[in-house]
């Protein structure tokens, strides 16, 4: 059984700065890839970021240059860094484990981004 728990949301100004954390409980950590995406009030929920169990990443346009994901396997957590945030970051935000076809899911954490 996998679970994921997300922290570190919270309000910010426009410009600023947050740092997600998700630590995953199992023991498949290491060899399943994972992500963050984020679902705003009204929309569909997007892909922000995605990490290989490797360390390979790849990200939204919308986020490139300001967020940086990393994952340490040692620990069984994953991060992203967000840096420059704009209110259109405003979301909720999810980490995602996929694993052999199976997806895991927290229960989501709430970036707000306004003056």
């Known amino acids: 059984q996998v679970q994921l728990v997300e922290s570190g949301g919270g309000l910010v100004q426009p410009g600023g700065s947050l740092r997600l954390s998700c630590a995953a409980s199992?023991?498949?950590?290491?060899?399943?890839?994972m992500g963050w995406y984020r679902q705003a009030p009204g929309k569909q929920r997007e892909l922000v970021a995605r990490?290989?169990?490797?360390?390979?990443?790849n990200y939204a346009d919308s986020v490139k240059g300001r967020f940086t994901i990393s994952r340490d396997n040692a620990k069984n957590t994953m991060d992203l860094q967000m840096n420059s945030l704009k209110p259109e970051d405003t979301a909720v935000y999810y980490c995602?484990?996929?694993?052999?076809?199976?997806?895991?899911w927290g229960q989501g954490t709430q970036v707000t981004v306004s003056s």
């Open positions: 199992g023991s498949i950590f290491s060899m399943a890839a």
């Open positions: 990490i290989t169990r490797g360390g390979s990443a």
């Open positions: 995602n484990l996929v694993f052999w076809g199976d997806n895991y």
